[in-house]
């Protein structure tokens, strides 16, 4: 892992070292935001995707990837608000769906175990927010999931619904 992040973190210098002179001052500060708000432990496209609405909405920014110790042994969130005790899981379709990541088990099988995962993260005492695609495409309903999971924010959004 520190190998992957060190790796990211040289790409991260590289870009930026890239800009100089080639762009305007503002895309200039479009990049920079850009590439100094990237990851490199964001589990999936969809994960990131949902992490910049989170903060183009003004939510609190997660601890991504966080280990949590439960009955069934550590598990890592996607999201983790520490404050507040609450979880977030982002599952694409792909993870039902594709070999890859069925490693041989029905889709219901996969179902019933993130089903068992979630109820031991929540015998943690902490809560747990799901969200999908649907969630970051439909206007409001990223920002409406996590203000109803009890989700802090960090400041208000700007321009109302963020993801609209």
């Known amino acids: 892992m520190a190998a992957h992040i060190g790796k990211a973190a040289l790409r991260q210098v590289e870009l930026l070292a890239a800009i100089d002179g080639r762009y305007s001052k503002a895309a200039a500060r479009r990049i920079i935001a850009a590439v100094e708000f990237a990851v490199p432990n964001s589990g999936s496209p969809g994960e990131s995707y949902a992490r910049g609405l989170m903060h183009v909405s003004g939510f609190a920014t997660p601890e991504l990837q966080c280990p949590i110790q439960t009955k069934q042994g550590i598990v890592y969130s996607d999201y983790y608000w520490r404050d507040v005790r609450i979880v977030g899981e982002f599952d694409g379709r792909e993870k039902y769906m594709k070999p890859e990541f069925l490693k041989g088990r029905t889709p219901s099988q996969v179902v019933v175990a993130e089903k068992?995962?979630?109820?031991?993260?929540?015998?943690?005492?902490?809560?747990?927010v799901r969200l999908v695609w649907s969630d970051l495409l439909s206007p409001g309903r990223l920002e409406a999931e996590l203000e109803a999971a009890g989700v802090p924010r960090r400041r208000r959004a700007s321009a109302g619904r963020a993801n609209s």
Request: aromatic share 0%.
């Open 116 to 128: 068992d995962r979630e109820n031991a993260i929540r015998a943690t005492g902490r809560g747990v």
